[in-house]
Nanobody, 125 residues
């Protein structure tokens, strides 16, 4: 299990960009990661994931083509670059680590055992 600390987030105008980060307290080699978000009154949804190998990535339909997940194993950090943000992107964003996701990644919560504290992203019109 990891302790995950998130950074970034904040207020951005619709159409703008934002990058958030998730830093683990230990080596993230071979560990898969996911990004999730929860808007007010809605269930948490998986929006991006990356395998421990870094080769496999997947995105939710709502962010495909606009968001990019990446990892820097030397810094024990995973990133989510968010471009062309929409107002419906206003949500609390969470990163999660899944130690069994070496060659694959999943957008569903049961595959993840460690979670970040969440960071708020607000997209204004």
């Amino acid at each position: 299990q990891f302790q995950l600390v998130q950074s970034g987030g904040g207020l951005v105008q619709a159409g703008g960009s934002l990058k958030i980060a998730c830093t683990a307290d230990g080596s993230i080699l071979k560990t898969g990661f996911g990004w999730f978000r929860q808007a007010p009154g809605k269930e948490r949804e998986g929006i991006a994931c990356i395998s421990g190998s870094g080769i496999t990535k997947d995105y939710g339909d709502s962010v495909k083509g606009r968001f990019t997940i990446s990892r820097d194993d030397a810094k024990n950090t995973v990133y989510l670059q968010m471009d062309f943000l929409k107002t419906e992107g206003t949500a609390a964003y969470y990163c999660a680590a899944g130690v069994l996701l070496v060659r694959q990644c999943k957008l569903s919560e049961p595959h993840y055992g460690s979670w970040g504290q969440g960071t708020q992203v607000t997209v204004s019109s």
